[in-house]
């Protein structure tokens, strides 16, 4: 079977780690990311999910966001207490976005994405940028995301909300409980599969530029994603159920969400685009080891159920 993504296997001698909990191999991460992205400070939390509801938490805000988009980025901002207005906008996936932007602030969702520099090329002092280490994403580990911004204050109120509200003082059983908070850092275990992924970053990123420029020379696209190749078919369903005939997964980033009935009280748009995209849009296998017989064989199959 040809998968849509790689996921590493990985053996971890847990007695090796210091704490399964707030090990330094947490801290160590946290190091190494936020030099990668280039910004000062950074807090990891179990999912980027977890940041985004608490980066929109009670702010009684409307957030626009795409119809097409993951549920889980409409379902954070409606649990964290705030409205959502949707837009047509289409060509966002694989790359960040800013989720909102208030006053003096922005939040920036890069879940899909990961360079070097990032935040110092696309934030001020002030923003927040999330990424998200789900298992298929650029930097993959056992779930988990990241916050970073410059703004040292921010850091600090996401690494206590995150952690039941506790503020270290000297060790985990001598803290202060400063706010009502959430179970949501990472463990060692997420920050360790996390960090050795991110090691290999720059090699998976190499890998994939060739894939995708071979991609983009014989299928006729002009995709710059590190996360997703998407290409346009007749109907994505069949598609994918003919590919995969053939052991090729292939998959659908995103359907609408408009058309689910739990949002459809923000439903007042045409969403023209989006409705063509849930019918049409697949993605197709696009990991860093698929051999050159496979991308092949991908492209042919393309060509001939595309």
Known sequence: MINLFNIENYNINTSKLDSLVHGSVVTEFENNFKKYVGAKYACSLNSATSIIFLSLLNKNVEVTIPSIMFSGVANAILASGNKIKFNDNTNWVGNSYILHEFNDYKIIDSAQKVERNQFKKEC???????????PTKPVGGCDGGMVVSNDIEKI???????????????????????SIGYKMYMNSIQAYIANENLKKLNIKKRKLKLIRDIYNEELGYSNNSEYLYRIEVINNRE??????YNKILCGIHYSALHLNSIYSNNNTLDYSKSKIVSKKTVSIPFNEKLTESEINFIIDKVRQYG
Do not use: R, T, V
């Not at 001020?124 to 789900?134: A, E, H, T, V, W």
């Not at 598609?239 to 995969?244: G, Q, S």
């Open 124 to 134: 001020n002092l002030k923003d927040l940028m999330i990424f998200s280490f789900y």
């Open 156 to 178: 600090k109120w996401f690494k206590e909300i995150s952690c039941n509200g506790m503020s270290y003082i000297k060790n985990s059983w001598d803290s202060e409980i400063n």
């Open 239 to 244: 598609f994918i159920e003919k590919m995969k």
